[in-house]
Nanobody
Framework: QVQLVESGGGLVQAGGSLRLSCAASGSIYSANTMGWYRQDPGKQRELVATRTSIGSTNYTASVKGRFTISRDNAENTVYLQMNSLKPEDTAVYYC????????????WGQGTQVTVSS
């Protein structure tokens, strides 16, 4: 059974920084996409950033230039460095690990709260 364990959320003032980490435990086929999504209450979950195992990245427009996603393939760990945080970045951040080709899988973490005060 694969589990994604997140850490690093918290409360920070606007302009500050946080670093989220997510480690996948269990047996997992390594060619995949790992990433971060976020969700505010009453809103749909949205993509923040993803990174494939070969290094391709994708960011939502509102975080480009402020957030950086990285990963350690050997450890099945993904990180999200968040700089210049804004109050609108406040949300629950979820880690995701998915593979669309066979063997397919789609795993989610339990979520970590990020709160940015103005």
């Amino acid at each position: 059974q694969v589990q994604l364990v997140e850490s690093g959320g918290g409360l920070v003032q606007a302009g500050g920084s946080l670093r989220l980490s997510c480690a996948a435990s269990g047996s997992i086929y390594s060619a995949n996409t790992m990433g971060w999504y976020r969700q505010d209450p009453g809103k749909q979950r949205e993509l923040v950033a993803t990174r494939t195992s070969i290094g391709s990245t994708n960011y939502t427009a509102s975080v480009k230039g402020r957030f950086t996603i990285s990963r350690d393939n050997a450890e099945n760990t993904v990180y999200l460095q968040m700089n210049s945080l804004k109050p609108e970045d406040t949300a629950v951040y979820y880690c995701n690990c998915k593979r669309l080709a066979y063997p397919r899988y789609d795993y989610w973490g339990q979520g970590t709260q990020v709160t940015v005060s103005s």
